[in-house]
């Protein structure tokens, strides 16, 4: 199956992609910080992860950073995902390692566009 | 959202874009208006209802109809056909085109850009091998109104992560507050004609790839057999037409023919070759 990561400091960002990644066939974790996100993918590699930006503890920059040197971590497409909107900050995030970008608020169908860019076509039973 | 709430927004969209609702589409209400309803701090669909009935012209009113019927249209929408003109289309042009160094591409149904500016941007991608080269690109549609936002430019935050891959958003366009906005090197590729597809077209002249997805579906089907008649007509010799996913020729023309190796691509049919003009070019693509 496939497996999503949701790493955000907001709990209401958690639950509203957890279940959108859910009704899209994920199974899901989360996390609220890099620390716990990369403790995490240590136990189990996820196929995607959809990470905040701006988090306490450890953002997105130092997890993503982190995660791409560990072992079997240049696995995962990982989503950034931030209300920073500026090119500079896109650009940032992609030479650190992401392979797409959602802004947020984000809905299921930018969510399902997002994931089929980095290779999770949606499959037929979840475009009902 | 009640069931009165749910009519009175299939007429107020069908009034406002033309955009034809069944009740099978209630669900595409709610997920598409749910977050303009975030965005305008209006508790409820229904709230947003109320709101409208009262209201006549103004933000929230286009914010509707835009949530409504961006889903016609985005950035390298199906993507399959973007990838044809990168990997199949534009390289045998390149090469069938070598002498003259120049080509033409027509997005019959333009709306509001997106179609366009994708094949211009894969045309950007290609920049290299096109030095020296005069390459144009047609957008037409039934709707100066669309056109003009084509022009502008201008799209949300919503509409540049429909299909647009990241690094090209980084690429081709800036931040303008809440917006995004094409660079003018990419606008520039594309020149935009309004154009009702039932009226002749032949002034356009004459086009080596057409890209036509998604408006003969409106249309009856002596209709669509005459567009497809006189796009063929419009055509080179050589040239192609792309379709969109749920339209064919076939019961309706013979003027134009399926390619055997790619679906959603046509090339001329016999009866468009005979009364076509003499063919402008020798080499095929």
Redesign the interface.
Known sequence: MRSALVVDDSAVIRKVARRILETLDFAVRDAEDGEKALALCTEEMPSVILLDWNMPNMDGYAFLRLLRQSHNGDRPKVLFCTTE???GA??RA?RAGAD????K??????MM??L??VGFAARLSELV | MTEADFLFLRDYLKRRSGLSLGPEKRYLVESRLSPVCRRFGVNTLSDLVGTLRLSREGPLERAVVEAMTTNETFFFRDRAPFDLFRDVLLPRAIAARAAVRRLRIWSAAASTGQEPYSLAMMVHEAAAQLAGWQVEIVGTDLSTEVLEKARLGLYSHFEVQRGLPVQLLVKHFTQVGEQWRISPKIASMVSYRPLNLLHPFDHLGQFDIVYCRNVLIYFDAPTKADVLDRIAKSLAPDGAVLLGAAETVIGLTESLVPDSQHRGLYRQGSTARAAAPPPRMAAGF
């Open positions: 909107n500026d090119v896109i650009a992609l797409e970008y959602i802004m608020p984000f809905d299921r169908e930018i566009a997002k089929d860019q």
